[in-house]
């Protein structure tokens, strides 16, 4: 028979403890900001004026008009001229240009015939942010500027975008549902495994050992104060990522709440299992980094996950961080719905199922 | 609560890697007594008792704990038995009262707000009760423990050491407060060291090297130890204690007042020892009743500390 009991009584000292420990405590607060303002703007250095060469096949009042328009943008600043694809190239992979645009030979010519000639936008993708926002605009931007000499005609040219180095174009928003995925992973785990360990070096597991207090009275005891925090860092993160870097969320939000509970309590218990592991505080941490730093590699986090070779995928889908993160990039960024999670949801459930029987299998009801 | 025995334990052995820390341990504490557990450190008390209340399991033997089967009724016996550790282990980070209601409420007892405050008052924590539990002096931690090993009525109190390193008046009234649970029908087994203490048992049990060397009522102790002890008593005492120090048949010398006890087990070899200095001018040489302290002192000087 459980003991709501016990498990408050665990819950509300777990509480205590941890208002008490001022630094721990702010360090859980003060983690998610911290990584959001780095990361966020890192790496959303305002894309404005980047180095953009041109190369010039053609002289006509169309092809200034463009680079005019590109002048005044603020997207671009055009810093030369080039004629030798070599020079492009060079350029672009030394990184002294975020873009080059090329008008093909004829350009005026083709585009008054209506043969809709083609400008082609090669951008250094390496900086997604960057490239993606410059080459967002690029479109409308060509559009505009012609419209002018030819009126109201249907779009005259083509556009084409090349996005170099990183095909998948991935931008800030990206960084935001991984965030949320490696902080949590890193935050929860190591929280609880310490908070337990703790007891073990403090010696107060024996007092607790020598009441009649069941395993799973203890883990949830111990756990549900941390789902809290989790709370409060999915808070913070989401309301800076859309307050400062204007992150949307166009999704459910009964599949975001479905998916980041769920992720929490594997980090939890995957906490509590390191605990009944190491002997020490300190081993407690270091297992949290043994997962910690593939759950930040192959998880999608850093790079794109089709982009991994096969085996890094397999590894990749062990990881709860790699579904968290899919599922939160789909519900945020693309508008999911819990079905459309859905393939991402029951992994997390079957990893948690795994980790909390282990973690309770594993938890020592005596001192041996 | 009809078992005449609050512990019942057979062959009690427990190994840690190929040590055997805990030896074929048997003990039979009746209802109601203070059972005093003595040993050199490192002899397996802690060990014991952890066993006897389900936190460790032994390699070989059994029993019960207020009929409670030790190893497959644990839960049965951990909300019925108080354990203080030896080392404190309540958390430093709550307050005194925090503490006890955290523990109350572990075994799930009954209004818990006025156990807690009953427990506050009963063992004079109340001007305390809002103190942090690191911050209380070692006689105060110690009581705190005994109150929260205490709160929920157990008819067991095993207790380790409870009065190591606390100043002596904190220690009288540590064991008022024992007595006055042993009073309310409450058996007591405590782990010790001090001799002032051990001659406050109904009953010692002595182990070394894990093994149980002595288990006896305490006025029995003396005796069952096998000392002899002769009484000289005069002046000029000192060159006769340089003398017998360390004599053949002479096992122990201690000086009580003006007179120096001299024990040893072997009689004739005793006899031989003291033979020069019968009839001298000025002393007299009688037999006397070996005490409890001499008994102890040659327990444990005939064991030194037990590790590796
Ligand atoms: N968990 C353990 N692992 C290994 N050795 C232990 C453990 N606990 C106690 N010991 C060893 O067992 C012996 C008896 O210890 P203990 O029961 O604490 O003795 P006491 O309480 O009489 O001082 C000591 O040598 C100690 O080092
Ligand atoms: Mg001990």
Redesign the pocket.
Known sequence: MTSLSRILAIMGKEFIQMLRDRLTFGMMVGIPVMQLLLFGYAINTDPRNLPTLVEMGDNGPASRAITQAMETSEYFDLIGLTTSAEETESALQSGDVLFVVTIPPNFERDLLRGDRPQILLDADASDPVAAGTGAGAFPTLVQEALAPLLGEMSPPVQTVIHRRYNPAGRTALNIVPGLLGVILTMTMAMMTSMALTREAERGTLETLLATPTRPHEVMIGKITPYVFVGSIQVAILLAGARLLFGVPFLGSPFAFLAAVSLFILVNLSLGFLFSTVARSQMQAMQMTFFIFLPSILLSGFMFPFAGMPAWAQTLGQALPTTHFIHAVRSIMLKGAGFRDVIHDIWPLAVIFAVIATLAMLRYRRT?D | MSEALAIDVQGLTKR??D?T?VDDFSMQVPRGKIYGFL?P????????IRMMCGLLKPDAGGGTALGHDIIRESREIKSRVGYMT?KFSLYGDLTVRENLTFMARLHALKNTTSVVEAALEEYALAPRANQLADTLSGGWKQRLALAAASMHDPGLLLL?EPTAGVDPKARRDFWDRIRVLARKGVTVLV?THYMDEAVQCDNIAFIAY?RKLIDAPSADIPERVGLITWRIEGKGLQPIYDALHGADGVDQIARFGSALHVSGRDAERLERAIAPYRGQDGLIVEKAKTGLEEAFIWLMTGSED???
Do not use: A, E, R
């Open positions: 001192l | 840690f890697g040590k820390v040993g450190n490192g002899s397996g008390k802690t060990t014991t030896q380790d782990s894990g037990n590790f590796q």
